[in-house]
């Protein structure tokens, strides 16, 4: 079992940058997935980052490739999502998510993972 709470959102005029956080439960951390996805009102959740168990790949959506950074910190039990030149299009709760045992082809598939922290808001001001 994990618990993910993220923690970092805001509001934040466009250009500007934020850094997400989310802390992690249980021992067993080092071992999962880790994605990012956000879901603004009236849209479907959509896929942000991933990034696998000892970070040696990630992923990205192409809206955010070049402007957001994936990183985890297991001897912290974090992973963090760096934004940069944010855009008002960027506005939404950002939901951290982790699995065991996803596939790479399905790390962009929101139901696919086991775990859910509870959101953030991060609000992009044009």
């Known amino acids: 079992q994990v618990q993910l709470v993220e923690s970092g959102g805001g509001l934040v005029q466009a250009g500007g940058s934020l850094r997400l956080s989310c802390a992690a439960s249980g021992r067993t951390f080092s071992s999962y997935t880790m994605g990012w996805f956000r879901q603004a009102p009236g849209k479907e959740r959509e896929f942000v980052a991933a990034i696998t168990w000892n970070g040696g790949n990630t992923y990205y959506a192409d809206s955010v490739k070049g402007r957001f950074t994936i990183s985890r910190d297991n001897g912290k039990n974090t992973v963090y999502l760096q934004m940069n030149s944010l855009k008002p299009e960027d506005t939404a709760v950002y939901y951290c998510?982790?699995?065991?045992?996803?596939?790479?082809?399905?790390?962009?598939?929101?139901?696919?993972?086991?775990?859910w922290g509870q959101g953030t808001q991060v609000t992009v001001s044009s």
């Open positions: 998510a982790a699995d065991p045992s996803i596939a790479t082809m399905t790390v962009a598939v929101y139901y696919e993972y086991d775990y």
